[in-house]
């Protein structure tokens, strides 16, 4: 088996923190909730596949996230089968991701800026 590439790394490591940033977005747009197939399904359309993610790796961030404290989770009646967990943003995730959006937007300025 060959050691994966710098880049390949790379791309994992940075792919990680920004999921957990974009499922916090995600979530924030939808008040009344979303379940994590809904997640998922966002977060490919809405970065045209730059951050599709399995169940595998999406369920175990939620699970941090709600550890943290940043989402509430409740479950609904499914019409489709059994009942679903339906993610939601608390009030400490707002604030948490509103001060990430920030650090985001001046970590790439300066991104940017270096390029110059």
Partial sequence: MTKPSFEDTW???IRR???QYAVLAIVRLH????HGYG????LDERTDGLLEVKEGTLYPILHRLKKER???QYTEKSDAGPRRKVYVLT???DRVLRELS???EDIFKKLEALKE
């Fill in 102 to 104: 920030v650090i985001l």
């Fill in 11 to 13: 791309k994992v490591e």
């Fill in 31 to 34: 008040e009344k909730g979303i």
């Fill in 70 to 72: 940043l989402l509430n």
């Fill in 39 to 42: 997640i998922a399904r966002e």
């Fill in 17 to 19: 923190g920004l999921l």
């Fill in 91 to 93: 009030g400490e995730g």
